[in-house]
């Protein structure tokens, strides 16, 4: 009697190294650094959490489950809703490399995460604390000429910590007589041109002659002694140089990302159309653009100031 030839077929529970599998799969998809580190703690959290739990069909059931867990420790819906797009990508790797069964994985991927009810107010700085700031840099320094050119390119070009840390010299060229930053590389690699004021220009070319930079990385590291050394900086480094000046400009809980939501209030302020706002910020989404204004909602002008119970 013959034996019937064996036919693999798709699980229903997953196995740790069913998921390592996935899981590796799931960031070899992934060309960003940061959407890498994003989803692999996402997906390490969740593995941690299902092997912990009992064995159940990894379906639309699991995923109710860990999403409770996680109002259960009361974290945001944003939180969640970040979280939950990289359980999802990992039951597609999983259902693509054979090892679940195609229905769950589509049961898991139709999941939703809570709603968003609101919207978290930014962080801005007026154009008077913006000047204040910059002021913070010691000028007679290699140091604070690099931080200035590092705050001013914030402020002004409204850039990602990511982008500049990656900005080289070859990315400053001149394109309808004025200097800009060519082919910047942002979130999900778009690419975008932003234009440089004359005023952050004149910080870089301070920067880059005193610190002798003529190709690669524009900004690189400064030593106590204000050497100039290494063949960049990290993100780190502009975070801790941020919340450095921030503080002592008296300026609380400030990140690098609010100086890019400051350049594009500004920019909105002194007239600037929508959608030249939008290129600037490299954004595919003009309601995206829209939320970095924060102009949905007034704060210095409050329409509650003045109700006529002022007197109370």
Sequence with gaps: MKKK???WKPKRVLSLPDLDHAKTAVLNALGSPDSQRSYRSAIDDFIAWYCSEPRLAFNKAVGLRYRLQFEARHLSASTINLRLPAICRLAYEAAGSGLLRPELAANIRRFKGPKKLGVRIGNWLTAQQGKALVRIPAEGSVRGQRDFAMLVLLL?????????????TEHLQQREEHWAIIDVVGKRGHVRTVPIPAWVKQAIDIWSTIANIETARLFRCVNKNGAVWGRGTTKKV??????ECASKAKL???APHDLRRTCARLCHASGGELEQIQFLLGHVNVQTSEHYLGCKQQLQDAVNDKIGLETL
Aim: glycine share 4%; net charge positive; proline share 4%.
């Design 252 to 254: 609380e809980r400030l």
């Design 238 to 243: 502009v975070w801790c140089m941020v919340r």
């Design 156 to 168: 002004g070009c409204s850039l990602r910590c990511s982008e500049l840390v990656h900005l080289t």
């Design 5 to 7: 030839p064996f036919r």
